[in-house]
């Protein structure tokens, strides 16, 4: 499904990404982990069109996606949630998640614009919002929601397009540890119903070890360990970008 | 816009009409001024209350809606069809002027509107065949939907009646997915781009809208002036009703009529208390100076305008005189929102 080869990001000088290559299946939920500045929002961002990669190939479904807006990608079944979350002054918190569905394509514009939106508001409440918690906040300017409400409106949105793959900049960093666990279960859920691939960056460990199929370790750029959780913990290699010598 | 408030809207305006029979010929001026100058704000609010596109073409862009309405009725076609052709003419001017928004941002896309409100007053005085250059183009009355209304009451119905239709309009249009996204490329363009929302197309849509809107209200002040010339399309018209949106509140419906109101009727206002006390060109002078020191007083000390200072008046009101028991975690949760918007 996702395949990048080769994939090189450079701002100036520096390489913020060198060479990575990765394969992503449909209905697998891979981990990108390691340390900090090894590349992996880079990566991440390069896949969902925020920068070109200076080389290298990435294609979704043997599409070339190289250089696709994030818009074109989006029409395409490519979502992504972001690492910091917008704080938005007057949307509510259902008013994002429908901007998130509306990208995927199909504009009910004229629709809405002639009988209005309820009976949608309550179908997109039950399917999305009640699942994360966020039923009761749906009427809620987002700026005036939690740290963790936010987070979740931000997954919510990006899976309101009902993307076939969704890159997840580290979702729970900043949350706390129960609604940590219960968005990661949301997003296996989501995976279970759906059936799309998920790449998702985090530094928790103990969410990522109980949530991914599969784990891919970044350091410096490039990819060092690709392979099952547990082999990760115990990779040489691996210990010695985490723990040092 | 809920039901409820449709139903207002439409009653406040079916009262309008009720009354205009007695108001006399100054009254129905008056309303239809006034009425006309909402349209128009409510346009530029669009823009820039809610898709945070700074412009200052507008009183350009209602002397496109003007002349295009009055070519249009001087062929002999209906004030409808001149009013609907004025729209769609202005539209596209609109798009035109908002192409530059897909690569510049804020103030530096405002500076372009500028260099677009100069061009088109250029272009008022230079393309003769359309606008009689200098001098004017005279615009013949026309027949509204076949009916002659061509009087001052008639005016304030189709202007009343055409200012109700455009606040309903643009309240749904903003429950829509293009104005969730409006609300979202104004609020942050990097996050709706990230979002995945089609950014420049988005923005043109805005500038179709507002130019639309723009030109019947511009097409409108054609027919009920009878003339379109280029001095009344300059940039102090512009001022004017980026004036008229600060002053109203910038992203608030009401908020277009309130500001259209009041920089209409201020003018009217100081030139009676003028005649008073005898002192007309004096008080007519200080007109420009009144506008700009209340557009500073509105952005230091009340950014949302006349209209967030009515709704929180009338929720003072309603807390200190209202049943305490059931109304305080409500209004306790309005005045924690209200704070936190200031």
Known sequence: MLKARDVTVRFGGVVA???MSIDVHAGEIVGLIGPN???KTTFINAVSGTYVPTQGTISWRDEDIVGHSPSRLARIGVGRTFQNVASLNDLTVLDVVKVGRSVHGHSRGLREFLCGSRADDEALTER?????????HRHSPLQMLSYGHRKAVDIARALASEPDLLLLDEPVAGVAPAE???????????????GCAVVMVEHKMDVVMS??????????????????GEAAQSDAEVRRVYLGD | MSLRQIIIL???????????????????????????????????????GYCGQISFCHGGLLGVGAYAAGNIGNAGQDMVVALVGAGIVTAFVSVMIGLPALRLRGLYFAISTLAAQFILEYLFRLIEPWTHGVSGLLIQPAPFFGLDLSNDRGYAAIAVGLLVMSLIAVSRLLRTDLGRRFILIRDSEIVARGMGVNVARTKLWAFAISGFLAGMSGGLLAFTSRIAAPEAFEIALSVDYVAMIIV???????????????????????????????AATQTAALREMVFGLLIILFLIHEPRGLNSLASRAVRRLRRTSGPLSNNKRSSASDLEMTQARL
Do not use: H, W
């Not at chain 1, 999305?128 to 009761?136: F, K, S, T, V, Y």
């Not at chain 2, 079916?14 to 129905?28: D, E, F, N, S, T």
């Not at chain 2, 920089?263 to 208390?273: D, G, N, S």
């Open chain 1, 17 to 19: 990404v060198g060479g």
């Open chain 1, 37 to 39: 500045g090894a590349g």
């Open chain 1, 128 to 136: 999305l919002l009640e699942p994360l918690g966020l039923a009761d």
């Open chain 1, 180 to 194: 940590a666990f219960a968005l990661a279960g949301f997003v296996k859920q989501v995976r279970d119903l759906l």
């Open chain 1, 211 to 228: 949530t991914c199929d599969r784990v891919v370790v970044m350091a410096e750029g490039c990819k060092i360990f690709d392979g099952s």
């Open chain 2, 10 to 48: 439409i009653t406040v305006a079916l009262a309008v009409m009720v009354v205009l029979p007695g108001l006399g010929r100054y009254g129905a001026y008056i309303v239809y001024v006034v009425a006309i100058a909402s349209i128009g704000a409510l346009a530029l609010n669009l823009l820039i």
């Open chain 2, 248 to 278: 109203g509140g910038l992203g608030s419906l009401p908020g277009a009529v309130i500001g259209a109101g009041f920089v209409v009727l201020l003018p009217e206002v100081a030139q009676r208390i003028g005649e008073t006390f005898g």
